[in-house]
């Protein structure tokens, strides 16, 4: 059964997480070179396998005792949060190969195979994976990362260097990173108590 509280929950966290994410700025420059449609939907289709993978591992580990999937949930949350707080800010540009044929599968490919290598065992897989072990509902947390990675692609595709202006990346990821805090807390706290 779908729950739109995990879907929403879901789409928070992983929205926060993945917006100050190379990515999005790999997104952003692929926007700016090539049709945004076509970039976008390969980038939506690299996002999509991501999330299948990630709530397929996060159901194996419902699998588990309920505290010891806690436990762990919580400390990869813990884990994350800590990531984020400590990320030195790198001012690299993701290198991405133009391709010289500008048609829809050559761009569409690109963005697909830079999005399916970069986000392989991202930050973000590895919450979508927890989130969906930590509710046992795959559809709601699959909706929900879904959502949230398209969203962020497309502004950052769309909208990037417009959003940057008026949000510092810094405070984005400070906010993921407390939110992300809270949900170790609650984690943590539930297999403690049981």
Not at 33 to 45: D, E, P, Q
Request: glycine share 10%; proline share 3%.
């Amino acid at each position: 059964m779908i729950s739109f509280t995990v879907m929403a929950i879901t789409f928070g966290v992983v929205f926060l997480a993945e917006l100050p994410d190379k990515t999005a700025l790999a997104g952003l420059m692929l926007g700016t070179r090539y049709r945004a449609s076509y970039v976008l939907a390969g980038v939506a289709a690299a996002f999509a396998v991501h999330v299948a993978l990630a709530i397929a591992a996060g159901s194996v580990l419902t699998l588990l005792p309920h505290r010891l999937v806690q436990a762990v949930v919580g400390v990869l949350f813990l884990a994350g949060a800590l990531m984020l707080l400590l990320k030195k800010g790198d001012d690299e540009e993701e290198i991405v190969k133009a391709p010289a044929d500008q048609s829809f599968w050559k761009v569409s490919g690109a963005g697909f195979m830079l999005i399916l290598v970069a986000e392989f065992g991202d930050l973000t897989q590895i919450m979508t994976a927890n989130l969906a072990a930590r509710y046992d509902n795959p559809v709601s947390v699959g909706v929900g990362a879904v959502l949230a990675l398209w969203t962020v692609a497309g502004i950052g595709i769309l909208g990037g260097r417009t959003l940057m202006k008026y949000v510092p990346l810094k405070l984005i990821t400070k906010v993921a990173a407390c939110l992300m805090l809270a949900l170790a807390g609650f984690s943590l706290f539930e297999a403690i108590t049981g």
